[in-house]
């Protein structure tokens, strides 16, 4: 099975040394992402809500990036810094994913990396 390693130039740069995704046996698998200036801005600190909807639009940005989208995704890892967020978290999730839910994880975290309260990973299929 082929391997390719993606570095989505519509994202932040990694934090570490990982890929924004690799494409593997028809499936694309997102590392996690927070909120990271796409432009390479650094960490962009905020509300919960604006941090949640930074690191899933980075997600959609690496999905696009890699042939797929958020419609092709099927399944989600949710990590929350606090687990009280969650409801919050479930109304800003339901814009990005609004009909036809992937499967999902969502649990809290003892520390995000750079302390971000939201971190978000997928794994998608690559459409025909």
């Not at 339901?94 to 997928?122: M, N, S, W």
């Amino acid at each position: 099975m082929e391997k390719r390693c993606i570095v989505s130039p519509n994202a932040p740069p990694a934090a570490g040394p990982y890929s924004h995704a690799v494409i593997a046996g028809g499936f694309v698998f997102v590392s996690g992402q927070v909120a990271l200036d796409p432009g390479g801005g650094g960490p962009r600190k905020g509300s919960f809500e604006e941090e949640a909807r930074l690191a899933l639009s980075n997600l959609k940005a690496i999905l696009e990036d890699c042939g797929t989208s958020l419609e092709h995704v099927v399944k989600v890892t949710a990590f929350l810094s606090d687990m009280d967020n969650f409801a919050q978290f479930n109304t800003i999730y339901k814009e990005f994913f609004p009909a036809h839910y992937p499967a999902r994880t969502c649990i809290q975290a003892g520390r995000l990396p750079l302390d971000f309260q939201v971190e978000v990973e997928a794994i998608a299929v690559l459409p025909k």
